[in-house]
């Protein structure tokens, strides 16, 4: 058996450690986790403690027994500690006791009955780790425990920064975890995520979703499951999709922008087609973007597209901030009108294309549609695909687009590779932007 002590701290760090040796004395705490680090102490702790840091720095410093971490930290009991707001796809192990700056999004919904969170990465993470206890800053909250369908059993707790409310938390912690009565158990508030997931899973075998692509998740570009999967691309993941940078953007960070801004969002699962459900949640997104580059950069209009296939390997969608200088009026209509035409005409061959404006896309319907967002609704346009035998040009909405840019020489994705460290940097400033 184990103890912990948890402590949020203010700017009075000698107070609090000398608190916080007190309570050692009378409790032999394991550790002290901190929630944030402290401010130039000048008393010792008289136990290891350890508190969220930006440099991976794990040395001890022996003037204050304080410890920084980035990341992950595996006690000698064996117990691990992850300080993180940041998913480490390639991590594997468990996580036993979670440190976090906010709220998960999922709590954050339910307590503070905040809906307008639509960031899911947190909870994502929780629900693949499902931690013992997950700490956050904030007001005093306890919520759970709660268990998953595998048994395991988490607890939330939120504290308060010292001086505003409940700060402190000591709690024992068995190598092996107790069991917890049915009655005392509260609602699992992640299990939702799970259900919805597991619908779009069941599915698959159905005739009204679309079949499974014959290249397998584990070597699929755009599977999240794919081990060799470029986690410095993505910007966030919500419950069904994931959005990251687009390799080989169309634009390029610019004076104007520090970002290339060409994203693409992906559903999480492997499936050929766009659903109702993944459509909802990335018009969400699309709409929160809208708003950001109205907000941040107003000359840019952000403009979507999407090719809807049964032959796709993994349905997504992408989207970029075009300046609106190359948007006037009916600019937009007018190339696309031309660029069908010469498809139709010039490569007979060649699945026709005839773009409509719709309300919204029939997702059923297998098509490939542009959306333009001068506005918060944005004008679709779809045109639909009879027959897939034919040739279908999938480059086509890129034609339009590096066209309309006057960038014909970004035609091709793989002709305009950026160096990862490039790759890196859009992406941390689309994070900032986003976030
Ligand atoms: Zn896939």
């Not at 000359?299 to 901030?321: I, T």
Request: proline share 5%; aromatic share 12%.
């Amino acid at each position: 058996m184990f103890k912990f002590l948890v402590l949020n701290p203010s700017t009075k760090s000698d107070e609090i450690i000398k608190k916080a040796n007190i309570q050692h004395k009378k409790n032999e705490f394991e550790s002290v986790i901190l929630l944030d680090k402290l401010d130039n102490p000048v008393e010792k702790l008289d136990v290891p403690s350890y508190y969220p840091s930006l440099e991976d720095d794990k040395s001890i410093s022996v003037d204050t027994n304080l410890i920084g971490v980035n990341g992950i930290l595996k006690l000698n009991s064996g117990v691990t500690i992850a300080f993180m707001d940041n998913v480490e796809v390639s991590f594997n192990g468990k996580i036993d006791i979670l440190i976090l700056k906010q709220w998960p999004s999922k709590l954050s919904n339910l307590i503070k009955k905040d809906t307008v969170s639509i960031d899911f990465t947190i909870d994502n993470l929780i629900t693949r780790f499902r931690p013992r206890y997950i700490f956050a800053s904030g007001e005093f909250h306890e919520y759970g425990p709660f268990r998953w369908e595998s048994g395991a059993v988490s607890r939330f707790v939120s504290l308060s920064k010292e001086g505003e409310g409940k700060w402190f938390y000591g709690f024992n912690f068995p190598l092996v975890p107790t069991e917890v009565a049915s009655q005392d158990l509260m609602d699992n508030p992640f299990i939702e995520t799970l259900s919805v997931k597991r619908r779009v899973d069941q599915g698959e075998n159905s005739e009204s979703l679309p079949k499974r692509a014959k290249v397998s998740p584990q070597n699929c570009f755009f599977c999240l499951s794919n081990p060799n999967v470029e986690t410095h691309m993505i910007i966030t993941i919500g419950q069904l999709v994931y959005m990251t940078v687009a390799k080989g953007p169309l634009t390029r960070s610019n004076a104007s922008m520090p970002f290339s801004g060409h994203g693409i969002i992906t559903p999480v699962d492997h499936m050929s087609k766009n659903t109702k459900e993944v459509d909802a949640e990335m018009n969400e997104f699309e709409v929160k973007l809208f708003h950001k580059f109205k907000q941040n950069y107003p000359d840019f209009v952000l403009v979507v597209f999407d090719l809807n296939l049964e032959k796709n390997v993994h349905y997504h969608r992408q989207f970029l901030p075009i300046h609106n200088k190359f948007l006037e009026e009916d600019k937009f209509s007018k190339v696309l009108e031309e660029k069908a035409q010469t498809n139709n005409e010039k490569y007979n061959k060649n699945h026709k294309l005839e773009f409509k404006n719709v309300d919204a896309v029939d997702v059923d319907s297998q098509y490939i549609s542009f959306k333009v967002y001068k506005d918060e609704v944005p004008v679709v346009y779809q045109s639909t695909i009879e027959d897939d035998s034919k040739i279908i040009d999938l480059q086509f909405p890129r034609r339009v687009l590096s066209y309309i840019i006057r960038s014909p020489k970004r035609l091709y994705w793989d002709k305009c590779q950026q160096p990862k460290f490039k790759e890196t940097q859009d992406c941390e400033e689309f994070k900032k932007f986003f976030t």
